[in-house]
């Protein structure tokens, strides 16, 4: 395949079907020693990303601990 003028490439139908490369799908683009990766871009998010640093407050994770059983 080419690179056209402007920079596009085209993913021959076989591939974009086994990987679910439809129309609108994003794909990343990463730089490895052997050349570049295609991936596509995933929405979904890791579940610690979702609740990572939602606790505000000096308590220690012991202290929140005890806190939230009552003792």
Do not use: C, W
């Amino acid at each position: 395949m080419r690179v056209s003028e402007r920079g596009q490439i085209t993913i021959p139908k076989g591939l974009r079907e086994r990987f679910g490369l439809n129309h609108n799908v994003e794909v990343e683009l990463t730089p490895t020693e052997g050349g570049l990766l295609i991936q596509k871009r995933t929405v979904a998010q890791h579940p610690v990303e979702s609740v990572f640093a939602i606790l505000s407050g000096d308590l220690s994770t012991d202290d929140y601990i005890e806190e939230i059983r009552g003792r």
